[in-house]
């Protein structure tokens, strides 16, 4: 049968049953926009703590971490346990934490294709002194350059300039230590490093990044005012942090640099493994919650075509009797149900996007995180080819058992009874 013919009584069923259609259209619709809307805030929510935390995480690191000494001149023996004192271990030899030809090494990094930059470091354990109080931290002597392009640590500064650092004996500390010390841009702070050196440092700005931990006790200077601090010279590097081109390989090349290097290294997602969990874990919620609101939208058209069936038995009956076949009766339900599945997503799509916009504009100000300004939502096309698809999907099937059981219908049945 002409396909414009199915299409034009699909059309006259749709409007003869109009508000039982615009019900379940709205349903679609409402399961749509909620898919869209939620797939979005979630994934804008991952985002906003992988910029927190996980992309603050170079994807290697390589460091030298104080361990015990791999040889020991007394092995556990089971069978003397009973019979002889044993040494169970020499302590942890202190090795240092330099990396031996650092520079050396962080020119090799370059040369690596895989590698996108480098950022040397140091870390060091100090404490922060304003008059009488004294507060155990950590200064992050940092090449302030390559660390600013590779984690942007100017969008956590919130007071001051990352190029501030770049003067000799001058140190960004964090909200938490300013509050504590009761310092402020400008002032002076007393360092003293772990062997009792002692050093003041000029504040020249405030760092909020939202977690506590960080805010009590980080701070930067820059590497040549941490190595001065230490009295260490400028090939002194305790750290080396590498982002790469292509970040999945990073547990691989990680093995692979501390073999050559003859460093421990530690890759982003062995130090981020618990955040990486998560961000899955609240992306499988959303499909799940989505998908879920579709499937019952796509109950609400499988009851409403079960009932146009019932209303419409005359009417089909008298389409078999001049000729349709069970196979255009099929189509015509299934055309119904396509037209509600399809204008309820395109309408779902529409409104998810605006909804979307509107959360996204919604002011979120905490001084937690001082630079989110708004609720974060990531707009990406995947989500809304996704849910349309879901949408047609759900409603092909709503409609697939209602448009069988209308193709089997006995016109003859149907006329005798009346």
């Known amino acids: 049968m002409n396909s414009n013919l199915i299409l034009t009584i699909a059309l006259r069923l749709l409007y003869s049953r109009m508000k039982q259609s615009v019900v379940a259209a709205v349903g679609v619709t409402f399961g749509v926009a909620m898919f869209v809307t939620l797939l979005s805030f979630m994934n804008g929510l991952n985002q906003m703590l992988d910029g927190l935390m996980l992309n603050r995480t170079p994807h290697v690191l390589l460091y030298n971490e104080v361990k015990p000494s791999e ?15 044993i040494i169970g271990s020499l302590k942890p030899k202190d090795r240092g934490k330099e990396i031996y030809n650092a520079l050396a090494v962080v020119r090799s990094l370059k040369q690596d294709a895989r590698v996108f930059d480098v950022a040397p470091k140091i870390n060091a354990q100090v404490f922060f002194n304003s008059g009488s109080i004294e507060i155990a931290g950590v200064v ?187 196979k255009d009766v099929r189509r015509i339900f299934l055309y119904l149900s396509m037209i509600i599945g399809f204008a309820g997503g395109m309408f779902g799509l529409l409104f998810g996007f605006l909804l979307s916009f509107t959360v996204d504009n919604i002011p979120f100000n905490t001084a937690a995180l001082p630079t989110i300004t708004t609720y974060p939502i990531y707009y990406n096309a995947w989500y809304y080819i996704v849910g349309i698809t879901f949408a047609l999907i759900t409603t092909f099937i709503a409609g697939l058992f209602p448009a069988l059981k209308a193709s089997k219908i006995d016109p003859v049945e149907i006329i005798r009874g009346k």
């Open 71 to 85: 040889n020991q001149p007394l092995k556990m023996v089971d069978s003397l346990k009973n019979n002889v004192v």
């Open 140 to 326: 992050n002597g940092i090449d302030v350059l390559p660390e600013e392009k590779l984690y942007k640590i100017s969008d956590y500064i919130i007071e001051g300039e990352v190029k501030d650092l770049l003067q000799q004996n001058t140190i960004i500390i964090g909200k938490g230590l300013s509050e504590k010390m009761m310092l402020t841009k400008g002032d002076a702070v007393k360092v003293t490093t772990a062997k009792g050196d002692l050093a003041l440092l000029k504040i020249v700005g405030i760092s909020q990044i939202g977690i506590s931990e960080i805010d009590n006790t980080f701070s930067y200077t820059s590497l040549e005012t941490a190595q001065k601090l230490l009295g260490k010279p400028k090939s002194y590097i305790t750290d080396i942090q590498i982002k790469l081109n292509e970040m999945t390989i990073a547990p691989t090349l990680a093995k692979e640099y501390a073999q050559k290097y003859s460093v421990d290294a530690l890759d982003y997602q062995t130090a981020n493994s618990q955040f990486e969990t998560g961000s899955k874990v609240r992306t499988i919620i959303s499909f799940a919650v989505g998908i879920t609101l579709l499937i019952v939208a796509g109950f609400g058209i499988y009851n409403i075509l079960n009932m146009l069936i019932y209303e419409k038995m005359d009417s089909i009956a008298i389409l078999k009797a001049v000729g349709f076949s069970g």
